[in-house]
């Protein structure tokens, strides 16, 4: 019902921001590093964010370790996960590792960290350490691990980016990258990372690739209905949401302007669009798509589903931070990056 998830600017909202985030197709905003100061500063805004809405919303952020952490000051130094299977004991150090990402995001407002990165540490300029390993059998045991520090304390698991960005060069962010290898061989190593885990349940969001494969489809894996429909809904039987990868990013720009991105992502399968870095286009975005009544009705519902936090949760979340289990794990994790 509410298929847009946009950024804010700064450390706290303005008129503006508050007037957006009511929007009836706002459902998400997604926090970067130039939202974060302090720890009680991220909790002031993210109780902004969810006043603001009329509507439960989710609040996301990319804090997935290592070089890809948007709030560092008074939040503990998760090691990058390709350095996790190098430790003497790599599966506690990974559910430790999602331990204090759930805790800490939830403990300060967020719902949501897009986490973990699936794919295989191939040849990809983006991914890199982000990945668990270059070897398929090790992302699944240490994603696993992972994702269990991750859900026993409440935060759902977002896979990225499917069915694998690790084997193409190009970023995304800046380039078009396009994967040439078969799709027996995509299927066969990369997307069976994500197969494993859908099979068992594991993933409650995915986050496709802004990466086109030509030998399945032409469409980049976000705005294509052979990936999102008939290969993850159907073939995979995955049920969980989708989420777009932003959609300001170069890779996005072949399916027009901002708006028909949208539109296309959506009508691909998307059920959550993000829209990062570009306020103006995400105004634009609100005022045109459909949103009456009638239209809210024919957009997913799944999203508002990952909302943890409200205002009868969020004292529950912020206890967790005293917990003994999450003492130990942030011990842990503060030894492996010593």
Not at 62 to 72: A, N, S, T, Y
Not at 150 to 168: C, D, E, L, S, Y
Not at 313 to 338: F, I, M, S, W
């Amino acid at each position: 019902m509410h298929p847009i998830m946009l950024d804010v600017a700064g450390c706290e909202l303005n008129a503006q921001e508050q007037e957006v985030i009511g929007h009836p197709l706002t459902g998400g905003v997604i926090l970067f590093a130039r939202n974060y100061y302090d720890p009680q500063q991220l909790r002031h805004l993210t109780a902004q964010i969810k006043a603001s809405a009329s509507h439960p919303i989710l609040i996301s952020v990319d804090q997935e370790g290592g070089r890809v952490q948007r709030f560092i000051e008074g939040f503990t130094s998760v090691p990058a996960m390709g350095n996790i299977a190098s430790n003497a004991e790599p599966e506690p150090l990974a559910t430790a590792c999602g331990t204090v990402i759930a805790a800490e995001c939830l403990g300060h407002g967020v719902d949501i960290s897009f986490a973990p990165v699936l794919d295989i540490n191939g040849i990809s300029e983006v991914i890199g350490q982000r990945s668990f390993s270059a070897s398929e059998t090790q992302i699944d045991m240490l994603a696993r691990a992972f994702i269990q520090g991750m859900t026993q304390w409440g935060m759902p698991a977002i896979g990225k980016h499917f069915p694998g960005h690790g084997n193409v060069q190009a970023d995304s962010h800046i380039a078009m990258p396009i994967d040439e290898r078969s799709e027996s061989d995509i299927f066969e190593h990369d997307m069976a990372v994500f197969a494993r885990l859908i099979k068992d349940d594991l993933l409650a969001g995915i986050m496709p690739a802004h990466v086109i494969y030509p030998n399945v489809d032409d469409q980049p894996a976000g705005f294509s209905t052979i990936w999102l429909q008939q290969t993850l809904r159907q073939k995979l039987g995955y049920q969980g949401v989708i989420f777009s990868d932003d959609l300001s990013m170069h890779a996005a720009t072949q399916a027009g302007d901002m708006l028909a991105r949208v539109e296309h992502a959506l009508a691909a399968g998307v059920d959550m669009a993000l829209i990062c870095n570009a306020p103006d286009e995400a105004i634009k975005v609100l005022d045109n798509l459909g949103h009456t009544v009638q239209h809210q009705t024919q957009y997913s519902t799944r999203p508002q589903g990952l909302v943890s936090i409200n205002r009868q949760t969020v004292l529950h979340y912020q206890q967790l931070l005293g917990h003994p289990n999450y003492k130990l794990a942030v011990e842990r994790v503060k030894r492996a990056c010593d």
